[in-house]
């Protein structure tokens, strides 16, 4: 489906030794014939273990130590290279409570000096991954990712008559990824505990693997004109649910909602519902601002109707408790 746009071509993931990163680049070099990518980060220590994990790829993949608050080794970084997939960011919400002139640092600098990069080597198209937490932001991480989000799609204003363009792929906490709830379950789990805490039996969250995120990031490759955000169709599970696939029976305690936390996951808005289509397997929110023409909405999905949310708390798609454990399987848990 993608060899033609990635046959031959140069791509640099920001943040790359981390799990998207790491999936990202095992599936792209599996499935087709990029001529390389280059993992851009700063922790030597993690592309070393990365290098040693990826041997097989070693004529195709190629590290770049580098932060992205530093301009002037990205834009060393992006000479020849044709696609960016921004993933580097700071994301444990304490952390960045607790240390927000760094959070400000990477998440909001740093994307600025990812676009300046971009606009002024030869980049054709920057897909920057957002999350759940910058809509209705509630803590400075969200908030951080929200004004990424909006320089992202701002920055199509100042590509001029160039082929580059940047769009947005949102999701929220990948199943089994560090942090998630799955993990820390499953710790328990491992330490013989007979309970599992909750933080409040109301809360839901979107179901979407590695994978499936790779997929999206790869149609907006494919299909962004500049200015899109695009979003998956995935199913909603109850985190009791989750709780009760992976320990039948278990009590679960009820312990409180967590600083910064949410009940449910929103990815659309009843503001972003204006300029949202349906498409068969995702959505796309276009930019309510447009600057140019380049950036002006042409949809060929449905509009969503007026009003329209799209949250894990009111999702038409749910599953089950067994559907839970074969997709637990699924991640490695």
């Not at 140069?10 to 087709?32: P, Q, R």
């Not at 070693?58 to 530093?70: C, S």
């Not at 204006?274 to 276009?286: F, L, N, P």
């Amino acid at each position: 489906m993608y060899q033609e746009l990635l046959e031959g071509k140069t791509i640099l993931v920001t943040g790359g030794t981390g799990s998207f990163g790491k999936c990202f680049t095992k599936y792209v070099l599996d499935n087709y014939n990029p001529k390389k990518i280059i993992i851009y980060s700063r922790d030597e220590f993690k592309q070393f273990n990365m290098a040693n994990d990826f041997k097989q790829y070693a004529d195709k993949l190629r590290f770049f130590i580098g932060d992205v608050r530093d301009l002037e080794r990205l834009k060393r970084a992006f000479k020849g290279v044709d696609y960016v997939v921004h993933a580097a960011a700071l994301k444990q919400v304490p952390s960045c409570e607790y240390n927000p002139n760094e959070a400000i640092k990477t998440n909001i600098h740093g994307a600025m000096n990812v676009i300046e990069a971009a606009l002024d080597t030869e980049v054709k198209k920057v897909v920057a991954l957002s999350t759940d937490k910058a809509v209705n932001p509630v803590n400075l991480y969200g908030g951080t990712k929200l004004v990424s989000d909006k320089l992202f799609i701002a920055a199509n204003s100042y590509v001029g008559e160039g082929d580059l363009c940047f769009s947005v792929v949102r999701y929220g906490n990948v199943a089994g990824s560090r942090g998630s709830v799955i993990p820390f379950f499953d710790r328990l789990l491992k330490e013989g505990k007979t309970e599992l805490p909750i933080t409040d039996y109301r809360m839901t969250r979107f179901w979407i693997s590695l994978p499936e995120g790779v997929q999206l990031v790869l149609k907006a490759l494919k299909e962004a004109k500049g200015g899109e955000t695009f979003i998956s169709k995935i199913p909603s599970f109850k985190i009791t649910d989750l709780a009760q696939a992976m320990m039948p029976g278990c009590k679960m305690p009820e312990v409180g909602i967590r600083e910064g936390e949410k009940l449910h996951e929103v990815m659309v808005t009843t503001e972003d519902a204006a300029t949202t289509y349906e498409y068969d397997k995702h959505y796309i929110v276009y930019p309510q601002m447009v600057f140019n023409d380049r950036m002006r909405p042409q949809p060929t999905g449905k509009k969503v109707t007026e009003g329209f949310v799209y949250s894990s708390g009111t999702n038409d798609v749910w599953l089950s408790v067994d559907e839970i454990k074969e997709r637990l399987k699924e991640v490695g848990f």
